[in-house]
């Protein structure tokens, strides 16, 4: 189902990656230590399993203390020609591109060309902020206000269009304010698109002009580059999405879209020379660069998990510093540990939660948890409706003996017991905490990841929706078969099998429907219901993919 991580990961699920040849990195050739080859042995065979050989996969490299501890890619970088992943291959690193306009900002802070102070109407004066003060610091923070273009309707549409960076403006410049400046945090990518814009027009020379002379030149990564649909690179490997359980080819989209927002490619060898030159003062001094790994704050003071361009946070007692999703970059500063994980698939196992695991094996604090048996009644105390400020509800079941957790309008998931009241997820750092009373009665659902600070929901008094399902013939079922196209390029293909009828979206996995009635029709896995627009006793003429509070209607395609 559609939903504002699928809309928020386009700028690099809807591409190919990219790869280069390049040389290795910093450590490489020297014999390990036996403590950090039987390290490395591990994480090797963790992620022999994560990314089979025959599969799309990823480049890993794993640094500890300034020595290389894992550099080595899997699985297949082109499935139609058998070419293999190589360590050196570059890929697109999306929104990791953000450290790097930040870092470009930061280095015109140094020069008196920019203040993040400065209201962005002094370099873009066309600019409308409807006389609000929108600052560079804002862009930044992700604080502006400003609507990002990936949740705009007609992004998907329009994805495969090449446009200026003053053309790419004007698409989204016009767009109502999601909120005063400075009031809460919303990711935005328009925001970093306009930093890109304000590096040239401060600079006086072009945004990748400017990286490649003042960063990619200095700290030697000839890699790294902005990347373009129509260039030639040699060894390119090819991106993929997943189909049930078949591998497509995935789609594309304009690279001047993403630009400074998420446009760069690189390999892991150039990343793991980028964190390094960070500690030296070669490309920033520490003062200057200190609020990028520092978490801001709001007007109101509260503080949010983002500094400029990076994601700082805690675990287990050390400083972590985090960005990406499909791409992904972990560094620890007391450790001067680094892990970056660049994958050609756009499907599990993601990179997110692959580089974080690495991350506590470099810390000697490996999270390997192990589940534990909790008698169902146990579980079903915790069962209930959890409410926190200004997120999603979370649902808690019970079904079978399994307890599961759901926000409103996404998935539902098994949690893993680690005790009666403390749970995680597999394949993730997330845990849960559920809070009792001095009489022992569960009053409040606590959750934490890796980097992030615990987010408390208060038990409510509302009960869990138990929807309830009806039969209906194959004859009523048929007349709901089809496909509903709910954006260009983003369709929903409902199909049967004998008395089941089934869901399946763009590049995502088939997943069963369940009727309530004739038309109406709910998803166990995600929190999302269907409506068919029925007529007579034709074939439905459209449907409403209700989902996360937004209804997103569907078109039947001939």
Known sequence: MISRLHRAALLVALSGLAVLYGP???????????????????????????YPADAPGAAVIAVRDGQTVLRKAYGMADLELGVTLQPDMVFRIGSMTKQFTAVAILMLVEEGKVAVSDPITKFLPDYP????????????????????????E???????????????????KGQPMDFEPG??????????????????????????????????????????????????????????????????NADWISMTQPYAAGGLVSSVDDLAKWDAALYTGKLLRPETLRPAFTRHRLKDGKEIEYGYGWEPGRWEGFTVIIHGFVSMGVRVPERKVYVAVLSNRTAEPFPFPVAQRIATYLLDKPWDPKRVAVPEPALRDCVGVYRGEGGPAWTVTVESGKLFTQPSGGAKTEALPLSATEFFYEGSLDRLRFERD????????VRQGFGGEPKQAARTAEKPRERQEVRLSPEQLERCVGRYEILPGFVLEITREGDRLFSQATGQP???????????FFLRVVDAQISFRLEGGGPARGLVLHQGGHDHEGKRLP
């Open 24 to 50: 290795g990195a910093t450590g490489q050739g020297t014999a390990p230590a036996p403590d950090t080859a039987r390290l490395a042995a591990t994480l090797d065979a963790m992620l022999a399993k994560l």
């Open 129 to 152: 902020t409807g006389g609000k003060t929108i600052t560079v610091e804002h862009l930044l923070t992700h604080t502006s206000g400003i609507k990002s273009y990936t949740d705009m």
């Open 154 to 172: 007609d992004f998907v549409a329009n994805a495969r269009k090449d446009y200026t960076v003053p053309e790419m403006i004007d698409r989204f």
């Open 183 to 248: 009031e809460r945090y919303q990711y935005d990518n328009s925001g970093y698109f306009l930093l890109g814009a304000i590096v040239e027009k401060a600079s006086g020379m072009g945004y990748e002009a400017f990286l490649k002379k003042r960063v990619f030149d200095v700290v030697g990564m000839a890699q790294t580059s902005l990347e373009s649909t129509s260039r030639i690179l040699p060894r390119r490997a090819r991106g993929y999405s997943k189909t049930g359980d078949a591998w497509t």
């Open 438 to 445: 001095d009489a022992g009665r569960v009053t409040a659902l």
């Open 510 to 520: 088939k997943v069963e429907i369940f009727a309530e009635s004739g038309a109406e």
